[in-house]
Protein backbone atom coordinates (compact mmCIF):
# COMPACT_ATOMS: atom_id res chain seq x y z
CA UNK A 1 0.00 0.00 0.00
CA UNK A 2 1.37 3.45 -0.69
CA UNK A 3 -0.13 7.04 -0.63
CA UNK A 4 0.64 9.78 -3.62
CA UNK A 5 -0.92 13.25 -4.10
CA UNK A 6 -0.20 16.33 -6.41
CA UNK A 7 3.41 17.26 -5.41
CA UNK A 8 3.48 20.45 -7.99
CA UNK A 9 2.19 21.99 -11.41
CA UNK A 10 5.06 22.16 -13.27
CA UNK A 11 4.99 24.97 -16.36
CA UNK A 12 7.43 24.29 -18.66
CA UNK A 13 8.60 27.59 -20.19
CA UNK A 14 10.22 27.09 -23.79
CA UNK A 15 12.11 30.44 -23.63
CA UNK A 16 15.76 31.45 -22.72
CA UNK A 17 14.18 34.38 -20.18
CA UNK A 18 12.87 32.09 -17.64
CA UNK A 19 12.84 35.66 -15.44
CA UNK A 20 10.31 37.38 -17.82
CA UNK A 21 8.19 34.06 -17.87
CA UNK A 22 8.10 33.61 -13.92
CA UNK A 23 7.23 37.57 -13.82
CA UNK A 24 4.33 36.84 -15.87
CA UNK A 25 2.95 34.00 -13.96
CA UNK A 26 3.67 35.29 -10.95
CA UNK A 27 1.74 38.59 -11.59
CA UNK A 28 -0.82 36.24 -13.04
CA UNK A 29 -1.41 34.24 -10.66
CA UNK A 30 -1.21 36.40 -7.81
CA UNK A 31 1.90 34.47 -6.18
CA UNK A 32 4.94 35.73 -5.24
CA UNK A 33 8.22 34.55 -6.08
CA UNK A 34 9.58 31.98 -3.82
CA UNK A 35 12.63 31.64 -5.84
CA UNK A 36 13.56 32.85 -8.90
CA UNK A 37 16.61 30.52 -9.19
CA UNK A 38 15.67 27.16 -7.43
CA UNK A 39 18.59 25.18 -8.29
CA UNK A 40 20.91 28.39 -9.11
CA UNK A 41 21.50 26.88 -12.39
CA UNK A 42 19.39 29.24 -13.98
CA UNK A 43 17.09 26.58 -15.18
CA UNK A 44 13.99 26.02 -12.49
CA UNK A 45 12.01 28.87 -10.14
CA UNK A 46 9.32 28.46 -7.73
CA UNK A 47 5.96 30.74 -6.76
CA UNK A 48 4.82 30.79 -2.79
CA UNK A 49 2.16 28.49 -2.38
CA UNK A 50 0.47 27.89 1.09
CA UNK A 51 1.65 24.05 2.97
CA UNK A 52 -1.43 22.45 1.80
CA UNK A 53 -1.21 23.40 -1.69
CA UNK A 54 0.86 21.67 -4.60
CA UNK A 55 4.10 23.30 -5.45
CA UNK A 56 4.30 26.02 -8.40
CA UNK A 57 7.31 25.55 -10.39
CA UNK A 58 8.48 27.00 -13.79
CA UNK A 59 11.11 24.93 -15.98
CA UNK A 60 13.34 26.51 -18.62
CA UNK A 61 12.97 23.73 -21.51
CA UNK A 62 13.85 22.73 -24.70
CA UNK A 63 10.29 21.51 -26.28
CA UNK A 64 6.79 22.76 -26.75
CA UNK A 65 5.19 25.15 -23.65
CA UNK A 66 3.19 22.66 -21.52
CA UNK A 67 0.33 23.00 -18.95
CA UNK A 68 -3.40 24.22 -19.10
CA UNK A 69 -5.05 25.87 -16.33
CA UNK A 70 -8.08 27.41 -15.97
CA UNK A 71 -8.56 30.43 -13.69
CA UNK A 72 -12.08 30.98 -12.26
CA UNK A 73 -13.16 34.80 -11.77
CA UNK A 74 -16.39 36.58 -10.83
CA UNK A 75 -15.86 39.10 -13.86
CA UNK A 76 -14.84 37.56 -16.83
CA UNK A 77 -14.21 40.49 -18.99
CA UNK A 78 -12.25 42.35 -15.77
CA UNK A 79 -10.24 39.34 -16.03
CA UNK A 80 -9.36 38.92 -19.61
CA UNK A 81 -8.46 42.98 -19.61
CA UNK A 82 -6.17 42.48 -16.48
CA UNK A 83 -4.33 38.99 -18.29
CA UNK A 84 -3.92 41.26 -21.43
CA UNK A 85 -2.19 44.41 -19.49
CA UNK A 86 0.19 41.53 -18.39
CA UNK A 87 0.87 40.10 -22.03
CA UNK A 88 -1.78 37.41 -22.40
CA UNK A 89 -3.54 37.40 -25.74
CA UNK A 90 -7.43 36.39 -26.36
CA UNK A 91 -7.01 33.08 -28.67
CA UNK A 92 -10.57 32.50 -28.95
CA UNK A 93 -14.02 32.59 -26.90
CA UNK A 94 -15.35 28.73 -26.59
CA UNK A 95 -19.52 28.10 -25.14
CA UNK A 96 -19.05 30.81 -21.99
CA UNK A 97 -14.64 31.22 -21.10
CA UNK A 98 -11.64 32.37 -23.25
CA UNK A 99 -8.97 30.48 -24.00
CA UNK A 100 -6.04 32.62 -23.84
CA UNK A 101 -2.24 32.41 -24.16
CA UNK A 102 0.32 33.76 -21.69
CA UNK A 103 3.53 35.50 -23.44
CA UNK A 104 5.52 32.05 -22.48
CA UNK A 105 3.37 30.63 -25.31
CA UNK A 106 1.08 28.57 -22.92
CA UNK A 107 -2.59 28.07 -23.49
CA UNK A 108 -4.93 28.49 -20.32
CA UNK A 109 -8.82 29.44 -20.29
CA UNK A 110 -10.45 31.97 -18.12
CA UNK A 111 -13.85 30.97 -16.74
CA UNK A 112 -16.84 32.33 -14.95
CA UNK A 113 -16.50 31.28 -11.26
CA UNK A 114 -17.98 27.57 -10.69
CA UNK A 115 -20.97 27.00 -8.22
CA UNK A 116 -19.96 24.81 -5.99
CA UNK A 117 -16.48 26.60 -5.03
CA UNK A 118 -15.82 28.73 -2.14
CA UNK A 119 -14.97 32.24 -1.56
CA UNK A 120 -11.34 30.78 -0.49
CA UNK A 121 -8.48 31.16 -2.32
CA UNK A 122 -9.62 34.53 -4.48
CA UNK A 123 -7.41 37.51 -5.71
CA UNK A 124 -8.97 40.42 -5.36
CA UNK A 125 -8.17 43.14 -8.24
CA UNK A 126 -8.65 46.60 -8.17
Known sequence: MHKSRISAFVIDCQSDDLAAATAFWSAALGRE???????????YAELKTDADEPFLLL????HEARIHLDIETDDLDAEVARLESLGAKRVAFVKRWWVMQAPTGHRFCVVRKQPAKSEAGFNTWE
Open 33 to 43: VASADQDGDGK
Open 59 to 62: QRVD
